[in-house]
């Protein structure tokens, strides 16, 4: 079964505005990581977020990661029509190089 | 796609057949991935390799081999493809020290 689950499945919005999906994971981990995949494209890595961290920023992203609710979200703000990709969570666990994926989420930004 | 290529690219083939997938990398990283992705799955692990000739199974390896003869290569083989191995197969590459993976293009398999 899949280790990460996101949501929402799909998010369509206006360029400008921010972008929020969840993620919820099942197991320990030891780091949760966000990435993302234009259409047709291998995954880019977005971002890492350690076990002991709560929140990471890097440019216009945010984590979050909530280990007592096995949660995180990834926030894009001033979203803009390149950001049009799906985006995973994917966690690795304590036994270590074994990475799980989510199902993704798809987000559009209208121009 | 940092130093990573998967070939064939697109492969057509037919149920029963043999099929061998190859990642190539010129990273020298340790860890080497095979995954598929199927609309609603997201990646799925079918098999990874910890070294040469160091290989063990993920979440979906039945029908699907795979070998490590040397660093730089991983090889899938559908040993009998069947219509459910349609996918995107991703290789992914990770250095020792590193928690990230890197992917390669993929490689789109129908089997009719």
């Known amino acids: 079964s899949q280790q990460g689950e996101e949501d929402p499945q799909a998010l369509s919005i206006q360029e400008g505005e921010n972008a929020t999906m969840n993620c919820s994971y099942k197991t320990s981990i030891n780091n949760l990581q966000w990435y993302r995949q234009n259409s047709g494209r291998g995954l880019v890595h977005l971002i890492l977020?350690?076990?002991?961290?709560r929140e990471k920023h890097s440019g216009r992203l945010r984590v979050t990661l909530d280990t007592s609710k096995k949660s995180s979200s990834l926030l894009i703000t001033a979203s803009r029509a390149a950001d049009t990709a799906s985006y995973f969570c994917a966690t690795d666990g304590t036994g270590g190089f074994k990475t799980i994926f989510g199902a993704g989420t798809r987000l559009f930004v209208k121009a | 796609d940092a130093g990573i290529t998967q070939s064939p690219r697109h492969k057509v083939t037919e149920t029963g057949t043999p099929v061998t997938l190859r990642c190539h990398q010129t990273e020298n990283h340790r860890y080497m991935y095979w995954y598929r992705q199927d609309p609603g799955h997201g990646l799925r692990l079918i098999h990874y390799?910890?070294?040469?000739?160091?290989?063990d199974k993920g979440e979906v390896s039945d029908g699907y081999s795979v070998s490590r003869s040397k660093t730089e290569d991983f090889l899938l083989t559908l040993e009998s493809a069947t219509s459910s191995q349609t996918s995107v197969y991703f290789c992914a590459i990770r250095d020792s020290y590193q928690e990230t993976q890197y992917f390669g293009p993929g490689t789109r398999l129908l089997v009719l």
């Open positions: 390799s910890y070294g040469v000739k160091d290989t």
């Open positions: 977020i350690r076990s002991n961290e």
